[in-house]
């Protein structure tokens, strides 16, 4: 047994990987090159997201909305992993890839506990299917 497994990474692979079809190894590369990009702008949206939602956040308060809390903090962690990813991405290192597990995984989480089960689900299918597709280009 690996000590350095992710939470359900061991049941989650196995049907990434092996049940459903590989990605050509053209697609894998490409993925690889622009995966940092895509977390920069993913952290770049994500902190003009909260950076809006900070000047509404009062109202929001007074309307009783702990959802709002919520969401907020979901989305800071989010933003922090795929911060924290960027470096690794950019060095094709494990690290960068265990970070952005980690932020689809609190995504997942986070678009359950808003009752946005069809899109969380959707959303883990494909955010998985294409970690775990790209997961031997990262050592």
Do not use: H
Request: proline share 5%; net charge neutral.
């Amino acid at each position: 047994m690996d000590t350095n497994a992710l939470p359900l990474e061991a049941e989650l692979e196995p049907i990434f990987t092996k049940q459903l079809p590989a990605f050509p190894e053209n697609i894998k590369d490409l993925l690889v090159k622009i995966a940092p990009f895509l977390a920069i702008i993913g952290v770049a949206m994500g902190v003009l997201g909260v950076g809006i939602s900070a000047l509404f956040s009062p109202f929001m308060w007074f309307a009783g909305s702990i959802i709002y809390g919520i969401g907020m903090i979901f989305l800071i962690i989010m933003i922090i992993l795929e911060g924290l990813a960027i470096p690794g991405l950019f060095a094709q290192k494990k690290d960068g890839w265990k970070y952005m597990y980690y932020a689809q995984f609190v995504s997942v989480i986070y678009s359950l506990c808003m009752g946005s089960w069809f899109s969380g689900l959707l959303g883990a299918f494909l955010g998985f299917w294409i970690l775990f597709q790209v997961k031997e280009k990262y050592s």
